[in-house]
């Protein structure tokens, strides 16, 4: 789990560590001299191979006496610890935009969802001190994906994983109920893959999925935010998540196809909750003396709104707000105006539009309505 989400983090965008599936044998282990460690009582100890054997003892061993590990490259910089979900660092001038109103944080709804990764704290971040070409700034990254694709670490997860660990309105209800009322993810069955866990796709829902925690990031999100990251999760191709799946390295073939199976089935229930909430369409250029866009529904095979309709204003940019109207159709009105706006809507989406803003004939601006 670890070494597979870390891939799927890494092709999302995100700073993520450096991840191996290793296997070794204990006499292949060498103890650095003057290693030391903290005990459960803080006291710095020297660590010994004594202390080595003890911690081997708790992991499963292979039949060749070897034992199976994942080997994470040190991150580049110097620990900083980790970020919040809100608020900014104060020691970060490039941190100006308060993380609860980050794109990429608030989408990552949508990524944890698909993966499972319900261990979504800030605890699981961490923020280092890299310095470049003469140039020093902070560099955020996810960690720790032991808590994903079924997982539970060192055993399976937990059933109730995509739900709170505790929520009122949750709790009122199985007390008013007397327990009657049946929560949606203890409908899941699930098939019996220890290397996998409890994962499945038939009954996930993005919408409802929700991780062990409350996140205001995530809270934060709107739908243009979701719209985002289902975009970035579609795009992701079956040969694609076959392949990630692959890295890590499942002994079971029948889990490693169930895997990538709920993977996909999960990506594209995504796609379909997300790309109703507003027009799924992007890619805007100009292209022949018209406004071209992709429509990633019909593209996904997905329910598509199409036809559209383009409406075309003057736009004034001092004022912001649209002007004098301009026609209608996919071509590029003529106009001495600094800036045009085309809105395009779509009658089986009422109150769905996309304006897209241009400046002479390039696109400088796309605001999702919904």
């Not at 970035?232 to 196809?257: C, K, N, W, Y």
């Amino acid at each position: 789990a670890e070494v597979i989400s870390a891939r799927f983090f890494h092709a999302l965008g995100f700073h993520v560590a450096d991840e191996y599936i290793v296997e070794f044998h204990p006499r292949d282990l060498v103890i650095q001299d003057r290693l030391t460690f903290i005990n459960q009582h803080g006291i710095e100890r020297p660590f010994t191979r004594r202390n080595l054997t003890e911690l081997l003892v708790k992991a499963p061993q292979l039949k060749d006496g070897r034992y199976r590990a994942v080997a994470s490259l040190a991150l580049e910089g110097t620990p900083l610890g980790p970020f919040r979900y809100f608020g900014t660092r104060a020691d970060d001038p490039n941190d100006t935009v308060p993380h609860e109103h980050r794109r990429e944080l608030r989408a990552c709804h949508v990524f944890f969802a698909w993966l499972g990764h319900d261990d979504s704290r800030a605890i699981n971040t961490l923020d280092t001190l890299v310095s470049r070409d003469g140039k020093t700034f902070v560099r955020h990254h996810l960690l720790d994906f032991g808590s994903t694709l079924g997982s539970g670490s060192d055993k399976p997860n937990s059933p109730r994983s995509g739900a709170y660990h505790f929520s009122w309105k949750d709790s009122a209800i199985q007390m008013a109920s007397l327990g009657l009322v049946i929560p949606y993810w203890a409908k899941a069955h699930y098939p019996r893959f220890p290397s996998i866990g409890l994962f499945e796709s038939k009954i996930f829902d993005p919408e409802k999925w929700l991780p062990e925690y409350p996140n205001p990031a995530l809270l934060n999100r709107l739908p243009d935010d979701e719209f985002w990251g289902a975009k970035q999760v579609m795009h992701f191709t079956d040969d694609e998540i076959r392949a990630i799946v692959r890295t890590g390295q499942l002994s079971d073939p029948e889990a490693e196809q169930y895997l990538v199976r709920c993977l996909i089935e999960r990506r594209d229930r995504i796609g379909r909750a997300y790309f109703r909430k507003v027009l799924p369409i992007d890619r805007f250029e100009v292209r022949g003396g018209e406004l071209a866009f992709e429509d990633l529904a019909a593209s996904h095979r997905l329910p598509s709104p199409a036809p559209y309709q383009i409406s075309w204003r003057e736009y004034d940019n001092d004022r912001q707000s649209p002007a004098a109207a301009l026609g209608s159709g996919p071509r590029l009105p003529d106009s001495p105006a600094a800036y045009i706006m085309a809105e395009i809507t779509s009658p089986l989406r009422p109150g769905q539009s996309v304006r897209v803003w241009l400046r002479g004939r390039r696109v400088v601006g796309v605001e999702y309505a919904w």
